[in-house]
Every structure is written in C-alpha cells, then in structure tokens.
C-alpha cells in the first residue's frame, strides 16, 4: 500500500506558476508516478507521467507548459505548472503504480492521493 499526499495547490493569476508536489509514504524507485486533474462537472484526465526510467509523457494540453520530475531519494514527484490559464484550474491528483499501461493508457493507477486545488483567476 502506498499513500500519497500532495502539497502546493493554490490561486495564481492567468499565466502564473505553480509547483506541485507529491510525497509518498515509501520508496518510488520501482514506481512509475503521475497527475491527472478533475474539474468541476469534468471526468478526471491524466495530465502527466513519468516512469520509473525517469522517462515522461504529457497530455496533449499541458505540452510545453507543464514539468513532470521526480526525487528518488525523498520519495517525492514535482508537477511544475506553467503559463496556467482558467482552463488549468482543477483538483490535482498524485497517483502511482509498478504497470504503466494502467497508468497512462487505462488511466486508473492503483495508488492516488486526495487532491489538490489549483485556481487560477485573475
């Protein structure tokens, strides 16, 4: 069992930054770790994974925007958000898993987090 908190939600201006994080209760080494993002009246889409060769994939959405890295020794992976825009704000969702195809093709990791706000509003 792996539990995942994450930190750094907020309310930032059109075309701030934020920086997510999302500390798990164990090691990471083997995991492959990811976000995914819910907005009000929304089904939750995945945002950004990467896996545990540190090798990454975004949705097509945040391309270019956002950051997705990961610190092996503090147990811990990073969600740099960029040039946020109203359409970005969403709950924020940690998630891990050892199968990426559950993670980044099913979209359903066996491991999440409770969530982050992420506003963004002038």
């Known amino acids: 069992q792996v539990q995942l908190v994450e930190y750094g939600g907020g309310l930032v201006q059109p075309g701030g930054s934020l920086r997510l994080s999302c500390v798990a209760s164990?090691?990471?080494?083997?995991?492959?770790m990811g976000w995914f993002r819910q907005a009000p009246g929304k089904e939750r889409e995945f945002v950004a994974a990467?896996?545990?060769?540190?090798?990454?994939r975004y949705a097509d959405l945040v391309k270019g925007r956002f950051t997705i890295s990961r610190d092996n020794t503090k147990n811990t992976v990073f969600l740099q958000l960029n040039s946020l825009d109203p359409e970005d704000m969403a709950v924020y969702f940690c998630?891990?898993?050892?199968?990426?195809?559950?993670?980044?093709?099913?979209?359903?990791?066996?491991?999440w987090g409770q969530g982050t706000q992420v506003s963004v509003s002038s």
């Open positions: 990467m896996d545990w060769s540190n090798e990454s």
């Open positions: 998630a891990a898993d050892d199968n990426w195809v559950r993670m980044v093709v099913w979209k359903s990791p066996a491991y």
């Open positions: 164990g090691a990471i080494n083997t995991l492959h």
